[in-house]
């Protein structure tokens, strides 16, 4: 017999043989290729057909072959192809009819178990029935996707791959069926998942894409807070059993601040100076360590802001129980400090656990324009019942940054500029006006560098007692989080930690308890070395980086609906470095290609080309320098959100000033 048929890396040819020497042979294909092949690879030897025609008769006798039948009369031991095929003809099978049934058991694998080269053996029936049944929910599910594909292809969105769609986005399961048929009903014209599922109406806008997104990742329960029973019962006791402070307590804050976590007090003293109160709301005292509000607020870690929501840590009757709000008498962690009577020099400092009655909310955005440096500097009346508090801590604030940037090496860097969005509804449209503020008013200096007071001061008597707390460092301009404290350069403090703001980040809850706990002298829910302290380090950075992210891309939502509400085509902008500008009245970052090489700070003009809401895109062109101003004094050299740049004050939020 001159011709064979072999196997070959698991596919079937055939040819004739030339020569067999040993255990290989020299075998010429029927593309006349010579091949060497062992001699135990060969399946089949005959002399017609034609090595070229054998496989392809096979084929088509194999397709005639029911597969069940097969198996029904196949042998239940192992067996040789040839052997089945005598028996399944009826006669001495030629090599076609031989063919033919090896191609028929190699193509079937769940009902024939290859035991060899030209050897199989029949499934068991309980494991072919697993098998078929395998295969016939795959062919239905494959039939699902193919269905949900087309009909997405007609504009069409299946419930299926509706009621996924933010987690399809988030965290997609790639084996579902949902999935898959989005896969294969991408194309040019929406080549993306957000851009088919925003066309197809699985979102009622791109706002809504990217909340639900961010929601399905983040909060797979859902934003809302639900708490059982009355987790705030001994919340009252906790506070009435603090003693009461005697002071005239104020905070400033944006007038859309709801949860107001720190205020101020001034008292003049009997010999002369003053008395400077740096009050935080005290959750601590009543939330318990691993209690039911514990365990909501450290699953989220922060509250959220977003342009004209948040999504917050705390319940909200958490968060009315213990805000700072007028008329109150409410629990507060209170640093004082007493200056001489220049309210440059502070001669001592006492912490401590109390109540105090808050007697003003004031807002700055209505008091930026009355409490001004000129005003503050000068001896000028000024109209309003805490002007002469206000010029106290503005002397007390200046000092304080003066010390620290004495500490630093270098001034503070003060320019470039705040930007506060806020959402009006004008029917069923929502509007947005993005509001600048500098970052170097009297008001905010003022609360900035008492927050930088209290987180250092406090950071100082943990360690100082060796009780563990979440520290924050800085050294060679690398910012960390650790358990024990460290300089922080960048803000030129020996100690530092955040403490002020418990009602919206959980570290400043779990540093407050620590810090209730030396001033009590009882032990503190967290030892030193405690893994579950390590936990909620890393789980915090975890968190609050992803909240950033996500607070930064709906400022970049926003700042692009605000473009196309104002019909804006050209645009002022600031060169920030290289080719990356931001617009002058607006937080929106953007590479410039087409740029020439501009000092950061310099004003140009852009022409707005296209924006987009899905990808957060914009596309513009240089147009020309603006000749009215060399450098932009309200940017200067700016850093891009997310790049470790800005302001020092950006330790103590996060950007919560522009947001809430």
């Not at 035991?115 to 062919?139: I, N, Q, W």
Request: with cysteine; proline share 5%; net charge negative.
């Amino acid at each position: 017999m001159k011709h064979l048929l072999f196997e070959d890396n698991g596919d079937f040819r055939a040819g004739t043989a030339l020569s067999e020497t040993g255990g290989s042979l020299q075998v010429e294909t029927s593309s006349g290729k010579r091949v060497k092949v062992k001699a135990s690879h060969v399946l089949l030897r005959f002399d017609a057909p034609a090595p070229d025609a054998l496989i392809p008769a096979a084929r088509r006798l194999a397709d005639s072959i029911d597969v069940d039948f097969l198996w029904e009369c196949a042998p239940q031991a192992e067996f040789g192809f040839g052997e089945l095929a005598d028996e399944y003809h009826g006669h001495r099978s030629d090599a076609v009819e031989a063919a033919a049934l090896l191609l028929k058991l190699h193509s079937a694998p769940v009902h024939f178990h290859r035991k060899g080269r030209g050897r199989y053996r029949p499934a068991p029936p309980e494991v072919l029935r697993s098998a078929l049944a395998t295969l016939e929910r795959r062919r239905r599910e494959q039939e699902r996707i193919e269905a949900h594909a087309q009909a997405m292809r007609r504009g069409e969105l299946p419930e299926e791959v509706a009621v996924q769609a933010a987690q399809l986005l988030a965290r997609p399961d790639r084996s579902s069926v949902a999935w898959k048929a989005l896969e294969l009903s991408l194309s040019a014209e929406r080549p993306t998942p957000e851009r088919l599922l925003c066309a197809l109406g699985a979102f009622e806008s791109p706002r809504a894409m990217h909340v639900a997104r961010f929601e399905a990742e983040h909060f797979p329960q859902g934003f809302g807070v639900a708490l059982h029973g009355d987790a705030l019962a001994d919340a009252r006791r906790a506070i009435d059993a603090l003693p009461r402070a005697d002071v005239d307590a104020f905070s400033i804050d944006d007038s859309t601040t709801i949860e107001i976590d720190d205020c101020l007090s001034v008292q003049p003293l009997p010999r002369g100076g003053w008395r400077v109160g740096i009050h935080v709301a005290a959750p601590g005292v009543a939330i318990e360590h691993g209690g039911e509000i514990d365990a909501l607020a450290r699953a989220r870690m922060a509250t959220v802001y977003l342009p004209g929501d948040k999504i917050t840590m705390l319940p909200q009757p958490t968060i009315a129980a213990f805000s700072l709000d007028a008329g109150r008498e409410v629990a507060a962690l209170s640093l004082y400090v007493d200056v001489d009577a220049d309210g440059e020099r502070i001669v001592s400092k006492t912490t401590r656990a109390e109540r105090i009655t808050v007697a003003d909310n004031l807002r700055h955005d209505a008091l930026d324009a009355r409490f001004d440096e000129a005003s503050l500097g000068s001896g000028a009346a000024i109209d309003h019942p805490r002007a002469d508090a206000m010029r106290v801590l503005w002397r007390l604030a200046k000092a304080l940054s003066a010390q620290r940037e004495r500490v630093r090496g270098r001034p503070e860097p003060r320019s470039g500029a705040d930007f506060s969005f806020y959402l009006d509804r004008d029917g069923e449209v929502e509007r947005v006006r993005i509001v600048q503020r500098r970052r170097d008013e009297p008001l905010d200096r003022i609360v900035a560098e008492a927050m930088i007071l209290a987180n250092s001061e406090w950071a100082r008597l943990l360690s100082l007692a060796r009780v563990p707390g979440v520290f924050r460092s800085q050294q060679a301009g690398r910012v960390r989080t650790a358990t024990h404290a460290a300089p922080h350069q960048g803000l030129g403090v020996d100690y530092y930690m955040w403490s002020t703001s418990p009602l919206r980040r959980y570290v400043d809850l779990v540093n407050q308890r620590q810090l209730l706990a030396v001033l009590a002298g009882r032990k503190p829910p967290l030892a030193a070395n405690d893994t579950e302290l390590f936990s909620i380090v890393s789980a915090f950075e975890a968190r609050y980086g992803a909240y950033l992210e996500f607070q930064q891309r709906m400022e970049r939502y926003w700042c692009l609906r605000w473009i196309e509400q104002q019909r804006m085509r050209r645009a002022d902008a600031v060169v920030v470095r290289d080719d990356l500008v931001r617009l002058a009245d607006a937080p929106l970052y953007f590479r410039l290609a087409t740029m020439p090489a501009l000092a950061p700070g310099r004003r140009i003009v852009v022409e707005l080309l296209d924006t987009d809401e899905i990808d957060l895109s914009v596309q513009a062109r240089f147009v020309e320098l603006r000749a009215a101003a060399a450098v932009a004094d309200d940017v200067a050299i700016d850093a891009e959100p997310g790049d470790g740049g800005g302001h020092d004050e950006g330790e103590d939020a996060l950007a919560e000033p522009a947001l809430r």
